[in-house]
């Protein structure tokens, strides 16, 4: 693991971009890589830069050439440079490390821009503004600059001075100026990624044997001008909002967003392999070639979180691309075809009871098998409606993916009577449920003209078989016009599907992300030791295994993992932890609370009221950074991710682990896994830091080797 260094030169550059989110987005994973694995890594393609110091590398950053400049001094990366490809090389031509032997300190060297001569970086900069920093007197002048305008150029600090000066400078001069701050060009064209030089990549060179500079470095009196920043604290360092780290886009993921598909496509991947940030990068690449996009999910807040996010990074394609929830979505289509359709939930839910009243009754099979109300809606929204099943026979033949209780024939058979009265009692009250939505939908998309050219469809693992076959009829298998993108492991809701079933072709198409770039791995094995050994669907065949073969780069602290002895204690322990997280510096809109059910919201978000801080209820979240906490539900915070996560009371009473009410094994045994994935989902949405509590006995979903030692005894009375 290296060490680094980060120098007022680097700082100054990398505030040019503190308006480019995801340009520093970028950054921040370079810099990880770079502690972790510098040379021979080909996300950074590490080379040494021609004309520069000896031990000086580039890296690279993002696929618009963006390259980082850094010294190695023994173990430890000092961070020189970051910019636009050409820009930076020729200031790391001018930039060199050098030991002050009066005082046996390591400075940053730079050329004087009147007089070519080398001088203290720290020096030029206490004595000039660092806007126009990166070019010399010559190089201004060759820009067309007078003498006069250059020395008002040289006071300038950043792009708010230089817009002021709007009606004090020549209008061509302020342009050209404008230009190099805003693109490093002087002709206001973003400049295209150039090649890198020719050269081979750098093997890790041996620890140079002359010590001096890594001395030098460790000298005290060189520490202000090279400020040590541990590799688990670089995001932090660069402390954007959580929501401006969401659409970083790895370079080897690129290609994904650029490549031509000649049918359906899907991509799938474990937590936090970027699964969506290739979606948003997509619908982005398709928006700027003129195609219609729709962007869809079935968790009804996701959809203006990603609008709000796509709007900050795409903002010239955000009115190309469509996002909605999948239902809102189908139940405007249906609007605008001049279907109109009346969608009453309470009296969908009235219809429902009258149904199972007259079915469920005491000489049932449903009933003398124990079969809960509950479960058997699971069945007929999920299974049998959502599955769009044609007939009995259909229901007897399906192998039920997802589902654990096994019901025999005579046992479907009253269930499809349930599924058909329940179908009977809402046709005569003159209301539809969001399933009939769907199904209707689809019979209008079957035949009218398409209104779009691509559908996104993120999180797809959580959608039925009706929702899926009503989206790919808006684009049937044409080129680039289905893509699929989800995790069955991080599936939230009963139920399942089979793409082959769907008649929805991804082979030769499918792609499986495996490196995580949100989780540290003391957070990642957390989650991993959850789901061990528990197999799961991913709309395949055959079930995927539990433990996958994830690369993580990034290391921070251990989370913590703390048992109270009850309810007042547990919640004195969680005020703490928060109020400790924000004093370390974090963000209170980059911290989170997630519990299992709205019952738990609700408490919680009174809890931190009372500590006087701001809360927000995960429903309420658009996307756009705010300085509240989040509290919600495990549905509630799929596909977001927040840079600590809180999860109290994970015990038996707080997960509702106990068999319900006439609740067989085999409906509990579902249940619990439905719990443990949404609990596996919570876990993973914590970038950096993780806190798990519970009161009295951890809950059995949390394996014993993570609980054994974190109990904490209760007071003596």
């Known amino acids: 693991m290296f060490d680094h260094r980060f120098t ?8 040019r971009y503190h308006s480019r989110p995801e340009v520093l987005a970028a950054l921040s994973q370079a810099l990880t890589e770079l502690a972790v694995k510098p040379f021979g890594n080909p996300r950074l393609q590490t080379h040494a830069v021609r004309r520069a110091q000896s031990e000086t590398f580039t890296s690279y950053v993002t696929n618009q050439g963006h390259r980082l400049i850094w010294r190695r001094v023994g173990t430890v990366i000092v961070l020189l440079l970051f910019g636009e490809h050409d820009a930076v090389y020729r200031r790391a031509e001018r930039l060199r490390l050098e030991i002050d032997d009066t005082q046996n300190v390591l400075r940053v060297i730079d050329e004087d821009p009147e007089t070519g001569r080398d001088v203290p970086y720290a020096k030029r900069r206490a004595e000039e503004g660092r806007l126009f920093m990166a070019w010399n007197d010559g190089e201004l002048t060759a820009f067309g600059f007078a003498p006069h305008e250059i020395r008002v150029l040289r006071q300038l600090n950043d792009d708010g001075d230089l817009t002021s000066l709007d009606r004090h400078m020549r209008q061509d001069a302020w342009q050209v100026a404008m230009n190099l701050a805003m693109y490093a060009d002087p002709t206001g064209e973003p400049a295209s990624p150039a090649p890198d030089e020719t050269l081979p990549l750098a093997a890790e060179p041996s620890i140079p044997q002359d010590g001096r500079l890594a001395e030098a470095l460790s000298t005290p009196r060189s520490s202000p001008e090279f400020v040590p920043v541990p590799a688990d604290r670089l995001a932090d360092w660069l402390a954007r909002p959580i929501e401006d780290w969401m659409v970083y886009l790895d370079p080897a993921q690129q290609d994904l967003v ?30 700027r070639l003129g195609h219609r996009v729709l962007v869809t999910t079935y968790v009804r807040n996701l959809p203006e979180v990603y609008q709000q996010i ?20 189908a139940l405007q289509y249906l609007r605008r075809h001049g279907v109109r359709i009346r969608v009453d939930p309470r009296e969908a839910e009235r219809a429902w009871r009258a149904a199972y009243g007259r079915v469920v009754t005491t000489k049932s099979v449903l009933k003398k098998a124990g079969i809960g109300a509950t479960y058997l809606w699971e069945e007929v929204d999920w299974v049998i409606r959502g599955r769009a099943l044609r007939d ?7 192998e039920r993916n997802g589902r654990g209780t096994r019901l025999s024939s005579d046992l479907r058979t009253d269930v499809w009577r349930l599924a058909t009265e329940y179908a009977t009692e809402l046709r005569e009250r003159g209301v539809a449920d969001f399933t009939d939505v769907l199904l209707q939908a689809h019979e209008v998309a079957t035949n009218a003209p398409s209104e779009y050219d691509a559908v996104i469809v993120d999180e797809a693992q959580d959608l039925t078989e009706a929702a899926l076959r009503l989206l790919h009829a808006l684009v049937g298998n044409r080129p680039n016009g289905l893509l699929l993108v989800g995790d069955g492991q991080q599936s939230i809701y009963p139920g399942g599907f089979n793409l082959a079933a769907l008649d929805v072709q991804v082979r030769g198409r499918s792609h499986v992300l495996t490196h995580n770039y949100r989780n540290t791995r003391q957070v990642y094995e957390v989650a991993q030791a959850v789901v061990d050994g528990h197999p799961f669907d991913d709309g395949g065949d055959r079930p995927e295994p539990a433990l996958r073969n994830i690369q993580l780069s990034r290391t921070g602290a251990a989370p913590i993992l703390l048992g109270n002895a009850n309810e007042e204690e547990h919640d004195l322990a969680l005020a703490a932890a928060i109020e400790a997280a924000i004093e370390d510096g974090t963000g209170i809109g980059d911290l989170a609370v997630l519990v299992p059910t709205h019952a ?3 408490h919680y978000t009174d809890l931190i009221d009372s500590l006087g801080l701001p809360a927000q209820r995960l429903e309420d979240y658009e996307g756009s950074p705010t300085a509240l906490v989040k509290v919600g539900t495990y549905q ?18 707080g997960l509702s682990e106990r068999p319900t009410r006439g609740e067989d094994a085999e409906a509990h045994a579902e249940r619990i896994a439905l719990v443990r994935r949404q609990l596996f989902v919570a876990i993973t949405r914590a970038r950096d830091g993780l806190w798990l509590g519970w009161v009295g006995a951890p809950s059995a979903l949390l394996p014993s080797t993570l609980t054994r030692t974190s109990v904490k005894p209760a007071p003596a009375r």
Not at 8 to 15: A, I, L, M
Not at 392 to 398: I, R, S, T, W
Not at 639 to 649: C, D, H, N, S, T
Request: aromatic share 12%; glycine share 8%.
């Open 636 to 653: 509630r915070a799929k596909g977001l991710e927040f840079k600590r996560i809180f999860l109290p009371r994970l015990d038996s009473g």
């Open 258 to 287: 650029d490549r031509s598909y000649n049918g359906p496509a899907r991509i799938r991947g474990g937590a936090g392999t970027g699964k969506t940030v290739v979606a948003l990068h997509r619908a982005k690449a398709l928006a």
């Open 310 to 329: 796509f709007a900050r990074f795409a903002p010239a394609q955000r009115d190309a691309v469509e996002f909605a929830n999948v239902h809102r979505w």
């Open 600 to 602: 738990l919201a609700r």
């Open 392 to 398: 009995l026979e259909a229901y007897l033949a399906l």
């Open 8 to 15: 007022p030169s680097f700082y100054d550059c990398v505030q």
